[in-house]
């Protein structure tokens, strides 16, 4: 892999520095925040080299590169004239998505830049617990110390949070950790533990203990970021220096002991309830799905509001009946399945690509497995959630507990109460047997190196002859079958034999050198007569013709004269799937009974603009 290139690549692919708002990355994965999603060629980056997939969402742009992902995203800030490193986003007024993806997206956003010391804290916690299963004399200095050290992250949660946060929602990170502090204050504590009543300028004062909550501090800071621009916004020039942070402290003082450090400590507390509720009902269910569905919550980004719920109820519980257990085994499942494809495939590379990704899955590292390998072959990730499910059954029946966050991969075993230690080994090795057996069994389509399909073969027997001529895409997406477009006129090829394109990026340009014929006045469709006398039809999506034209942009008239490449109509993506229509978009050749055949090329593929798509043979 060339970081250097790539990093370049990924950059113009996005948009160009100028459309990016925030990057930052975890474990594998480079996280984009864009301020026009719609400017982003996901086809095209999911081509590159050394880029396992792509995840799209309004809330984030997620580029799944691998173990090497720091590596590439230094190259990429070092590429980036902004300093993107210790900034966030620029604007978020301008952010797009609902209430809620905005939300979801701070998630990810504050939690990422902690998860080190939260798993360097939940490690110690599972070391703690093998010392005391060893006899460990637990009066000893060494061990207090240890024990001390790993409860220190969870005890000052809201420190971690507030200074996180303050990043995030470009609060003063000084400010924020005032804030944070001051619900941890020894004085404050004690007040709590002794039943004080407390009030505040006449206000009554929540006695809650506030040692390892997340809400409060998240939502203070939040809070805080718009006091500060309120202040700084009104304030005389030559008051802001010593009045802003003040009444800022007074207005956060009274707001964080009064208002928002009680709602955010019950939220949690509500939340940590009510999951444990599910968990009394139905505890064995809720492991088995979570562990089942886990993937395709990543694949959505839908597991960062689970985790956090996780979070919430185990920092207030200190323990946890499902989450921990369904997100190894669900992991472990993924390296299961990619040690089955490893088994069974007959290609070298992906031999040595499943089998390496395998292990990478089982310690905790999915997504080369999940994007590179199961997705990609579609069996072994079914295989993967039925062995994920079957872990999870038995590790919910037995009632598996953790009292240590040591992570989701297989190591995070250590961090299970001692009793339940056996049969969380069991169920991963259910879990590991299943998803391999199953994969092995099931199969998958495999193309081996040097393969040649059909409709490769037609299209190198025709190439050899002097009639054959090349239709190039005038999009970029994935080529389907014109027999699986919905529209019967299209499916049985009445009006035109080609390939129907599901777009990624929403433009069309010239396939070929001619002559505009045909420009609909809803600007939906386009028809161009080629030099070379094929006359094509472009049709974007299925019954957009009931837009009336909006979202799309004709740049050509009727008439017009084009070269191969230019510009025809441009047109919103993603409003045309919001409005509910089919995007696949039909490419044909109407005056088909002039050839003796047309065929497609690139069949089921993913093609860039001006790639070949298809053969046309002259009778």
């Given at each position: 892999?060339?970081?250097?290139?790539?990093?370049?690549?990924?950059?113009?692919?996005?948009?160009?520095?100028?459309?990016?708002?925030?990057?930052?990355?975890?474990?594998?994965?480079?996280?984009?925040?864009?301020?026009?999603?719609?400017?982003?060629?996901?086809?095209?980056?999911?081509?590159?080299?050394?880029?396992?997939?792509?995840?799209?969402?309004?809330?984030?742009?997620?580029?799944?590169?691998?173990?090497?992902?720091?590596?590439?995203?230094?190259?990429?800030?070092?590429?980036?004239?902004?300093?993107?490193?210790?900034?966030?986003?620029?604007?978020?007024?301008?952010?797009?998505?609902?209430?809620?993806?905005?939300?979801?997206?701070?998630?990810?956003?504050?939690?990422?830049?902690?998860?080190?010391?939260?798993?360097?804290?939940?490690?110690?916690?599972?070391?703690?617990?093998?010392?005391?299963?060893?006899?460990?004399?637990?009066?000893?200095?060494?061990?207090?110390?240890?024990?001390?050290?790993?409860?220190?992250?969870?005890?000052?949660?809201?420190?971690?949070?507030?200074?996180?946060?303050?990043?995030?929602?470009?609060?003063?990170?000084?400010?924020?950790?005032?804030?944070?502090?001051?619900?941890?204050?020894?004085?404050?504590?004690?007040?709590?533990?002794?039943?004080?009543?407390?009030?505040?300028?006449?206000?009554?004062?929540?006695?809650?203990?506030?040692?390892?909550?997340?809400?409060?501090?998240?939502?203070?800071?939040?809070?805080?970021?718009?006091?500060?621009?309120?202040?700084?916004?009104?304030?005389?020039?030559?008051?802001?220096?010593?009045?802003?942070?003040?009444?800022?402290?007074?207005?956060?003082?009274?707001?964080?002991?009064?208002?928002?450090?009680?709602?955010?400590?019950?939220?949690?507390?509500?939340?940590?309830?009510?999951?444990?509720?599910?968990?009394?009902?139905?505890?064995?269910?809720?492991?088995?799905?979570?562990?089942?569905?886990?993937?395709?919550?990543?694949?959505?980004?839908?597991?960062?509001?689970?985790?956090?719920?996780?979070?919430?109820?185990?920092?207030?519980?200190?323990?946890?009946?499902?989450?921990?257990?369904?997100?190894?085994?669900?992991?472990?499942?993924?390296?299961?399945?990619?040690?089955?494809?490893?088994?069974?495939?007959?290609?070298?590379?992906?031999?040595?690509?499943?089998?390496?990704?395998?292990?990478?899955?089982?310690?905790?590292?999915?997504?080369?497995?999940?994007?590179?390998?199961?997705?990609?072959?579609?069996?072994?990730?079914?295989?993967?959630?039925?062995?994920?499910?079957?872990?999870?059954?038995?590790?919910?029946?037995?009632?598996?507990?953790?009292?240590?966050?040591?992570?989701?991969?297989?190591?995070?075993?250590?961090?299970?109460?001692?009793?339940?230690?056996?049969?969380?080994?069991?169920?991963?090795?259910?879990?590991?047997?299943?998803?391999?057996?199953?994969?092995?069994?099931?199969?998958?389509?495999?193309?081996?190196?040097?393969?040649?399909?059909?409709?490769?073969?037609?299209?190198?027997?025709?190439?050899?002859?002097?009639?054959?001529?090349?239709?190039?895409?005038?999009?970029?997406?994935?080529?389907?079958?014109?027999?699986?477009?919905?529209?019967?006129?299209?499916?049985?090829?009445?009006?035109?034999?080609?390939?129907?394109?599901?777009?990624?990026?929403?433009?069309?340009?010239?396939?070929?050198?001619?002559?505009?014929?045909?420009?609909?006045?809803?600007?939906?469709?386009?028809?161009?007569?080629?030099?070379?006398?094929?006359?094509?039809?472009?049709?974007?999506?299925?019954?957009?013709?009931?837009?009336?034209?909006?979202?799309?942009?004709?740049?050509?008239?009727?008439?017009?004269?084009?070269?191969?490449?230019?510009?025809?109509?441009?047109?919103?993506?993603?409003?045309?799937?919001?409005?509910?229509?089919?995007?696949?978009?039909?490419?044909?050749?109407?005056?088909?009974?002039?050839?003796?055949?047309?065929?497609?090329?690139n069949e089921r593929a993913k093609v860039e603009e001006l790639d070949a798509v298809l053969a046309v043979l002259d009778k």
């Open positions: 892999m060339d970081k250097k290139q790539l990093s370049t690549d990924v950059i113009r692919l996005v948009g160009g520095e100028e459309n990016i708002a925030g990057l930052e990355h975890c474990a594998t994965r480079l996280r984009f925040t864009l301020k026009n999603n719609k400017k982003a060629d996901t086809g095209a980056l999911e081509k590159l080299d050394g880029v396992m997939g792509v995840v799209q969402s309004s809330a984030q742009l997620q580029i799944i590169i691998g173990n090497q992902v720091h590596d590439v995203c230094e190259e990429i800030y070092a590429q980036l004239k902004t300093d993107f490193k210790n900034v966030t986003d620029k604007d978020e007024s301008k952010k797009e998505g609902n209430i809620f993806m905005r939300a979801l997206a701070v998630i990810p956003r504050v939690f990422t830049p902690i998860l080190p010391v939260l798993t360097a804290a939940g490690l110690l916690k599972a070391l703690v617990a093998v010392l005391q299963l060893a006899g460990v004399d637990t009066t000893s200095s060494t061990f207090v110390l240890i024990n001390l050290v790993s409860d220190v992250v969870f005890y000052f949660m809201p420190v971690f949070v507030a200074v996180s946060a303050s990043k995030v929602f470009k609060a003063n990170m000084y400010m924020a950790l005032m804030i944070g502090a001051m619900l941890l204050h020894p004085s404050f504590t004690a007040a709590v533990t002794a039943a004080e009543a407390m009030t505040l300028f006449g206000l009554p004062v929540a006695l809650v203990s506030y040692g390892s909550s997340m809400l409060p501090a998240l939502l203070g800071v939040w809070v805080l970021s718009h006091a500060e621009r309120f202040f700084d916004r009104y304030l005389p020039e030559a008051l802001k220096f010593i009045c802003s942070p003040l009444l800022t402290s007074l207005v956060m003082m009274v707001l964080m002991f009064v208002a928002i450090g009680p709602l955010g400590f019950y939220c949690g507390e509500y939340i940590a309830d009510f999951l444990m509720s599910i968990y009394g009902v139905a505890g064995w269910l809720a492991v088995m799905l979570i562990a089942a569905f886990k993937p395709l919550l990543v694949m959505t980004g839908m597991h960062y509001a689970l985790t956090t719920a996780f979070l919430t109820m185990f920092t207030s519980t200190g323990v946890d009946k499902f989450y921990l257990s369904a997100s190894i085994l669900s992991n472990v499942a993924q390296g299961g399945a990619a040690f089955g494809v490893f088994l069974r495939s007959k290609d070298k590379k992906m031999k040595s690509t499943a089998l390496s990704t395998s292990f990478t899955a089982i310690m905790g590292i999915t997504e080369p497995a999940m994007f590179g390998i199961t997705l990609r072959y579609k069996r072994p990730f079914v295989a993967a959630m039925i062995g994920a499910a079957a872990g999870g059954l038995y590790a919910g029946i037995m009632g598996v507990e953790f009292i240590a966050m040591a992570g989701v991969s297989i190591m995070g075993i250590l961090g299970v109460v001692p009793q339940f230690m056996l049969h969380m080994i069991i169920a991963t090795i259910i879990t590991l047997v299943v998803s391999t057996v199953l994969t092995v069994v099931f199969g998958f389509q495999e193309e081996l190196p040097g393969e040649v399909k059909d409709h490769e073969k037609k299209a190198a027997l025709h190439s050899r002859s002097e009639a054959n001529r090349v239709i190039a895409s005038p999009m970029s997406g994935e080529v389907m079958d014109i027999a699986c477009v919905k529209d019967p006129a299209f499916h049985s090829e009445t009006i035109g034999k080609g390939i129907a394109i599901i777009p990624t990026v929403g433009r069309v340009v010239a396939p070929v050198n001619g002559v505009i014929s045909a420009l609909f006045q809803t600007g939906h469709a386009v028809g161009i007569t080629a030099e070379t006398n094929e006359e094509i039809l472009i049709h974007i999506g299925m019954d957009t013709v009931q837009l009336n034209g909006r979202y799309f942009y004709p740049r050509v008239k009727q008439g017009d004269s084009v070269k191969k490449g230019d510009v025809l109509l441009e047109f919103d993506l993603q409003e045309i799937k919001k409005a509910g229509y089919e995007i696949a978009s039909p490419v044909v050749i109407t005056n088909k009974n002039d050839y003796m055949d047309i065929f497609a090329i």
